[in-house]
């Protein structure tokens, strides 16, 4: 009888232990199987994620950031701990024993979902495993999925530390709001470093890897917080936080960023602008777009942001005095559906959606309003981030009558008497408020619009190239087009002095007389008569004048004389353009180019002629640290030495190329001064420091410009329309963009300074007649005196008049300095009398340009 028990219980041991070694042999045989053909994590030792590149200012704040995945790389040694149990007491309490799986983790989850019937499914995977997954593996629930999962997991428990994994799985997590990572969702849902988390805001944190979508800190609130206070209980079930920590984290409330409770960060940077996004655009064509957005890159960008807000301001004050004189309303285009109107809380949502520009602040910020009543003569309106007041905020008829409403079919209507002859109920617009100059009082909410025309704006240091300000429209929410790189434009008459560079360094001077006569020229579109902008011709004048009162009839002459070969091979030498074209037209600045590039070529007359290549950009340092581009590659002589004798400062060796002759550049500025002194920048501009520069307008007023500089800064600026359309008789570069120069230097000249250009060696000045050219005694004086520089050895000879092989002809009425025609009585360098020609008559004139 026992002889046949033990014979049952051998057979069945036999079974089961052949059973189990079957099992073995089928397990073993399946992980061979799918261990074969696994990617490599090899690579994760030299893993660098996907982090967030950013720009700072000079003084060392951040301006911006950009990335694809919003990520903020953060290495385990600076992790906190309490961060880490955290997400240890969520995802894998046995994360610290285990070797890259947990059996006992597997067969609990197992066992759950049998009891449960398959309604408890969860998973059971450690944070090894949720590695593998998130790097090698895709995340669909399948057996074969799970095996390779397991195998991947022992494999990187044996190559990286505990400690490396963790800070994989931390840095790489998603974990919603487009966080990725730990610091960069500590930062989005508290604003807050890792360093300064509470107990319970790390519990949220790790709450969130299971389904980020679902647990939202206001959608999901109830569901979060119990959430957060179990993963509490389960740190202090692993002895992470005591009990006492546990039972008071656990009642406070969950706050949040999304909740209102915190600041976003996003709210502590300014509003992205042109200049970043140049920034942005410039480093994604120099290392690429994928290592821009996905390296790291710390950014020190060049701007001033003091200067950056006044350079905004002084562009957007002319654009919209220039569109509010039309006397034109354009509605946005945007309106708000009836059944919200209603309800403050629905129209506010709805208003919150819209589409519209919330980034410009010109006078006051200017907010996005829905209109929500029209009145008998005024139109009640309900404003974005104003809370509503007793009565409601309106807009009065006297606010409207400036203006008429452009309708649909392109038609203006009447002039508006009332808000109803420029409003419709749910109409989306802007406003702002308007207060008294004299104690900021409140006087009403104004109604406002972006203009249809517009412009750019940059300045930079002569010496540097450091762009310190760039604007590239009225608001880059409205247009992210930047016209000061952007817009290719013709420069007009902000042009000629390549012209006038290339013949002073071709032998001409200050005093050469050139003829101003009327041209005809063949081309083969047809007979070519330019003209002056004053539609009037002056005789034989010096260069000097040519440039101060912008004549074309000269300098098309002159262009002739010198030969457009030269004068293009200058605008090219100065980076005006890459291959300009050799047609006579162009002397007047009819090809295009970009504001950018104008204002870097004025900046080498203004330094002397040496060249200087713009940046926005000073350094950019890796993810490491480590320093991949520096502007400044000038040469410190003795920043190395141990000491320096009392006064003496370390020099700088500059290693710039010279692009002009350095006494050309000084003679070109000395008549650029004259140009905002007595011509035709003089009504706009006039600052506390020396100044000189250029105005421009093309034909039709289609592009007015100008540009100018001080000892240290220039700066420019361009106005037009982006599809190009005349402006208007009295748009002209000095009316216009001269008073944009004028706001934004005054401050500039207030931060920066400014003095006296310097002279450099290797000339003499000598007295002339600027209407004439003629020699005057060393004691003459007047208005009509002007100390010329020539250099030295190159005694200049007065009296030769050129006329570019373009004859004038006989008889021809010339206009006097007075306007009308006659002489004026001089006293030449020979202490003699003599009668001078009759010339131009300077308070007609205006900016010249493409005729």
Not at 139 to 162: F, M, N
Request: aromatic residues 10%; charged residues 25%; neutral net charge.
């Amino acid at each position: 009888m026992f002889r046949f028990i033990f014979s049952i219980f051998g057979a069945l041991f036999s079974l089961v232990t052949l059973g189990l070694m079957m099992v073995a042999v089928t397990i073993g045989a399946v992980f061979w199987i799918y261990g074969r053909d696994l990617p490599s994590h090899e690579f994760l030792k030299q893993y660098q994620p996907a982090t967030i590149s950013r720009i700072y200012s000079g003084e060392g704040q951040i301006i911006d950031e950009f990335a694809k995945e919003r990520r903020l790389f953060a290495p385990a040694d600076e992790i906190p701990d309490l961060v880490k149990y955290a997400f240890i007491s969520a995802e894998d309490k046995n994360f610290y024993s285990h070797k890259g799986y947990d059996a006992r983790g597997m067969i609990s989850a197992a066992v759950d979902a049998v009891k449960s019937r398959g309604r408890d499914v969860r998973g059971a995977s450690t944070i090894t495993q949720q590695v593998m997954k998130n790097f090698l593996l895709s995340g669909d629930r399948q057996a074969e999925r799970k095996i390779k999962e397991i195998i991947l997991a022992t494999r990187l428990e044996k190559s990286l530390s505990k400690d490396k994994i963790l800070e994989l799985y931390l840095n790489e997590i998603y974990l919603g709001q487009n966080s990725y990572g730990v610091a960069a969702a500590a930062q989005t849902y508290f604003n807050k470093p890792l360093t300064d988390l509470a107990p319970h805001e790390a519990a949220f944190l790790a709450s969130l890897p299971k389904a980020p979508s679902d647990y939202h800190p206001v959608r999901r609130k109830e569901r979060v917080t119990k959430r957060r206070n179990y993963v509490l209980r389960e740190m202090a079930e692993n002895g992470y936080i005591s009990q006492e920590v546990y039972l008071a984290e656990r009642e406070l409330p969950l706050k949040s960023v999304q909740n209102g409770d915190f600041e976003p960060f996003r709210d502590q940077l300014p509003p992205r602008d042109y200049f970043t996004d140049e920034i942005r655009r410039q480093l994604s064509k120099d290392f690429g777009e994928e290592e821009f957005f996905s390296g790291g890159m710390t950014v020190r960008a060049t701007v001033d942001p003091e200067m950056q807000i006044e350079a905004a301001d002084a562009l957007r004050r002319e654009l919209e005095a220039y569109d509010r004189g039309l006397g034109v309303w354009r509605p946005t285009g945007k309106t708000l559906p009836e059944d919200v109107l209603g309800d403050e809380a629905a129209w506010r949502e709805a208003l919150g959606a819209v589409s519209i520009s919330r980034d410009i602040d010109l006078e006051a910020q200017w907010y996005p309003a829905v209109v929500l009543e029209i009145g008998k003569t005024d139109a009640r309106i309900g404003i974005e981030n104003v809370a509503e007041v007793e009565g409601g905020h309106w807009i009065p008829a006297k606010d409207v009558q400036w203006a008429r409403r452009m309708n649909a079919d392109g038609k203006l209507g009447s002039k508006a008497r009332i808000a109803a002859d420029l409003l419709k109920v749910g109409e989306v617009v802007l406003v702002r408020r308007m207060v008294a100059d004299s104690d900021g009082s409140f006087i009403r909410w104004t109604l406002r619009q972006v203009p249809q025309v517009q412009g750019g704006f940059m300045a930079m240091d002569v010496n540097t190239g450091r762009v310190i300000a760039m604007q590239g429209g009225f608001s880059y929410q409205h247009s992210v087009f930047n016209r000061a790189t952007q817009a290719r434009r013709q420069p007009g008459s902000s042009f000629k002095p390549f012209v006038y560079a290339s013949a002073l360094d071709s032998g001409y001077t200050p005093a050469t007389i050139v003829i101003d006569a009327p041209i005809e020229i063949n081309t083969p579109q047809g007979l070519w008569r330019p003209r002056n902008s004053s539609n009037k011709f002056y005789g034989p004048t010096p260069l000097r004048t040519g440039i101060e009162q912008s004549r074309n009839l000269m300098t098309i002459r002159l262009a002739e004389e010198v030969g457009m070969d030269v004068v293009a091979d200058y605008a090219e030498r100065f980076g005006v353009y890459d291959n300009m074209g050799r047609f006579l037209a162009n002397s007047l600045g009819s090809e295009e180019t970009t504001l950018f590039r104008m204002v870097a070529a004025y900046a080498m007359f203004a330094n002397g002629g040496e060249r200087v290549e713009p940046t926005l950009v000073d350094r950019v340092q890796d993810r490491f640290g480590k320093t991949i581009y520096r502007h400044d590659k000038r040469a410190c002589v003795d920043c190395e030495a141990p000491f320096l004798p009392e006064g003496v400062g370390p020099r700088i060796v500059s290693n710039r190329d010279r692009v002009m002759n350095a006494i050309t550049a000084y003679q070109l500025t000395s008549m650029m001064r004259g140009v905002v002194e007595r011509g035709t920048a003089a009504r706009t501009v006039g600052l506390s420091v020396p100044v000189a520069g250029k105005t421009g307008t093309t034909n039709e007023a289609k592009d007015v410009w100008f540009v100018g500089f001080t000892s240290n800064i220039v700066a420019g600026c361009f106005i037009g329309y982006d599809n190009p359309r005349p402006m208007g008789r009295g748009a002209t570069g000095g009316r216009m963009c001269g008073p944009v120069f004028q706001q934004f230097m005054q401050k500039a000249t207030a931060k920066y300074g400014g003095g006296d250009f310097e002279i450099p060696p290797g000339g003499h000045f000598i007295k002339i007649d600027r209407f004439t050219g003629a020699r005057l005694s060393d004691e003459a004086s007047g208005d009509y005196v002007v100390a010329e520089y020539f250099r030295d050895g190159e005694e200049p000879i007065f009296g030769i008049t050129f006329d570019g092989g373009f004859a004038m002809g006989e008889g021809l009425p010339l206009i006097g300095r007075d306007g009308g025609e006659g002489g004026k009585q001089v006293t030449t360098s020979t202490g003699k009398k003599a009668t001078v020609g009759p010339k131009a008559s300077f308070g007609s004139l205006s900016a010249g340009g493409l005729y």
